[in-house]
């Protein structure tokens, strides 16, 4: 495990970094990096905001758009679908939307601005003036500022800042898909949430949000005790801070936002959002407790009580029927959105889980988080990759995930169906028993019931898998990942991004002569189901309520 570094993230070669690493494909190299003003006051400075990443699709802009957003109707309601969830286990990074908290379903021949950089003129991708077409960009945010950078150019700062002067922003989600100019969510550390267009955010020259629309959590202004459903306390609003924020698949104009006190609200753009609401007193902070707005007016329009402690992350599934939760009381849990029924959950080995995100074809959820050597910030699928010489089958499905922590590595990891033996636990507690050829023709007969929150398993039950790179990619602690067709992007909590080519981009590169290959690893066994590393879950679409852990 490398150590630690407490620099600023140099570039390539700092510290002792390699510049490009080895899988199986090829070179993945060092292309360029991305950061904010040296100016701007980072993590070790700034009370503790990491820094978070999320990727940006910017579609072309619809003929005849005005430039001012509409009000969007409700959306229609979400449709509920059946599903079993399979095995817990804390491997390594699901589908990553960084911070989306939502899954991106995507195709590996996708590659909508998904590249890794064309040079621009000196005065770079600043130059810009017209952003009506489609672009990948980078949000990310240090201290109190939220930065965009333009992903096609290799312009090391960002193209645009926007400074939010009452609260630090903490977590931000983007929607591809909505219907009118606000597409970007921004959570802040007093509990509110802004929504906003990207494209006017780009069109403006100021450094303030521009045409947004602030949705204020009211329980800041009610000094309560957080054990009794409140949320100040002598440090402000840390009780109250954004988590994260997600937009709902499928259910136009919905998002969703957790917060640090176990809570998660379930908000409408189309509404106001600074409407008076009231919700019960939550008077048992361990249990689930979902409660609606007494007002059509309101908004939020529910409140979700999921957990006792901070709600760390959330992510839809690809289809948006289900939402996964992980949280400071180690829990991964797992609910029928359009239900707001807990499906099933399960407990890490060790500290609290961190971070947790879906496969694109949703059978698979990750989760990563602490134990007492390393801590897991995120996880992802890469949903670009595909094995060589896959016949395609639904028993020899092979992903790639990758997950990167405080241990400033970035690790990938391949995972097979038919080289793994799932361990099957039963609700009774007998010992498991272990499937001798397909392990989903066992599945259904080792189902918990609905709305079991399920203990560890046996470390011994459970598979190992080793990673398949393990690469030391910053000098400072990572927090963030993301994959794009062409690339593989980090980040560190201090808001330096490093952009990996993939191999068909980048071999034909000829390395400078200080340039090493790092091999893949043969680290130690990683086992799958450690908390240290990240966990997966498996889900079938077939039966609404079964459940195994492995």
């Known amino acids: 495990m490398a150590s630690v570094g407490s620099g600023g993230g140099g570039g390539a070669g700092a510290g002792g970094l390699k510049t490009y690493f080895k899988t199986p494909e090829g070179r993945h190299k060092l292309q360029y990096e991305k950061t904010h003003s040296p100016a701007v006051v ?35 309601g979400m449709r509920s679908a059946a599903a079993r969830l399979l095995g817990t286990g804390n491997g390594s990074r699901a589908l990553s939307f960084g911070s989306n908290g939502t899954s991106r379903a995507v195709s590996g021949s996708s590659r909508m601005g998904g590249g890794v950089g064309v040079p621009t003129s000196a005065s770079g991708s600043q130059g810009m003036a017209n952003y009506d077409g489609k672009g990948t960009y980078i949000i990310f945010n240090t201290a109190d500022t939220l930065f965009i950078s333009d992903l096609n150019s290799h312009d090391k700062d960002p193209i645009k800042s926007i400074h939010f002067s009452s609260s630090n922003p903490l977590c931000h989600a983007f929607d591809p898909e909505a219907k009118d100019g606000h597409d970007l969510l921004v959570g802040v550390f007093s509990g509110d949430v802004y929504s906003m267009s990207l494209r006017q955010q780009l069109q403006d020259p100021g450094k303030k949000p521009v045409s947004y629309q602030h949705f204020i959590n009211k329980d800041k202004d009610k000094d309560k005790d957080p054990s009794q459903g409140g949320a100040a306390s002598r440090h402000g609003f840390i009780w109250l801070r954004c988590t994260c924020v997600a937009w709902v698949p499928g259910h136009e104009g919905f998002f969703v936002v957790s917060h640090a006190d176990g809570n998660l609200y379930v908000y409408d753009k ?67 959105y359009a239900k707001e029924q807990l499906i099933f959950g399960g407990k890490s080995y060790y500290g609290a889980l961190l971070c947790c995100s879906w496969s694109t074809d949703g059978k698979y959820l990750l ?20 094995p060589p010489n896959s016949d395609e ?42 499937s001798s050829g397909s392990p989903s023709a066992h599945w259904d007969n080792a189902c918990p019931p609905t709305g079991v929150l399920q203990p560890s398993p046996r470390m011994r039950d459970v598979p190992k898998l080793s990673p398949l790179v393990a690469h030391r990619v910053h000098v400072d602690p990572l927090s963030g990942l993301e994959f794009t067709s062409e690339s593989i992007l980090t980040i560190c909590r201090e808001g330096l991004i490093k952009i990996w080519a993939r191999p068909s981009h980048s071999e034909n590169q000829q390395p400078d002569s200080s340039e090493q290959v790092v091999g893949s690893a043969s680290a130690k066994d990683k086992i799958l189901t450690s908390s240290n590393k990240a966990g997966a879950s498996s889900s079938s679409f077939k039966q609404p309520s079964s459940v195994l852990f492995t």
């Open 270 to 336: 189309s509404k106001d959002g600074n409407t008076d609401w009231t919700f019960p007193t939550i008077k048992d902070q361990s249990q689930l407790l979902v409660s609606h707005a007494k007002s059509s007016k309101a908004n939020p329009i529910a409140r979700w009580h999921i957990c006792q402690g901070a709600i760390n992350a959330i992510s839809f599934s690809p289809d948006g029927a289900y939402l996964a939760t992980v949280g400071r009381d180690g829990y991964l849990r797992v609910f029928d």
């Open 393 to 434: 089958t639904e028993e020899n499905v092979m992903y790639r995930f990758g997950s990167v922590g405080q241990d400033t590595q970035l690790l990938l990891w391949d995972l097979a169906l038919d080289e793994i033996a799932v361990p099957l636990r039963h609700p009774s507690g007998v010992s498991p028993t272990f």
């Open 42 to 76: 980072h993590y070790n400075h700034s009370g503790k905001t990491v820094s978070q990443m999320t990727l940006a699709y910017l579609k072309e802009k619809p003929a005849g758009q005005g430039s001012t957003p509409s009000t969007p109707s409700a959306g229609s």
């Open 367 to 386: 989760s990563g988080g602490e134990d007492d050597l390393v801590q897991v910030s995120a996880v992802s699928f890469d949903p670009y990759w595909s």
